[in-house]
């Protein structure tokens, strides 16, 4: 689960990363092969942000609860 919401945040931050298959904790990215460095640093610059972000694995678990919620909520609401 933690890996599946580190990799949404960092997506809503524009880097597209993966959930390694056998290990839910890796997250994998796969950078272009020409990559400017300017790139790199904005990268570093979003997962720390991310990983700054959340201290405790409580505070983690508390907001992907929050926002899986939140859109279940939306679906209903559609729904009826």
């Known amino acids: 689960v933690q890996g599946q919401w580190l990799a949404y945040l960092l997506l809503e ?3 597209v990363c993966q959930v390694a298959v056998h290990d839910w904790n890796i997250l994998k990215l796969t950078p272009p092969l020409t990559i400017q460095s300017a790139q790199i640093q ?3 610059d979003q997962i720390e942000q991310v990983f700054a972000r959340y201290d405790s694995l409580y ?3 508390r ?3 929050r926002q ?3 859109k279940k909520s939306e679906k209903l609401r559609e729904m009826y």
Do not use: Q
């Open 42 to 44: 904005h990268l570093l």
């Open 68 to 70: 899986t919620l939140r």
């Open 59 to 61: 505070s983690l678990v």
């Open 63 to 65: 907001d992907a609860v």
């Open 13 to 15: 931050r524009g880097v």
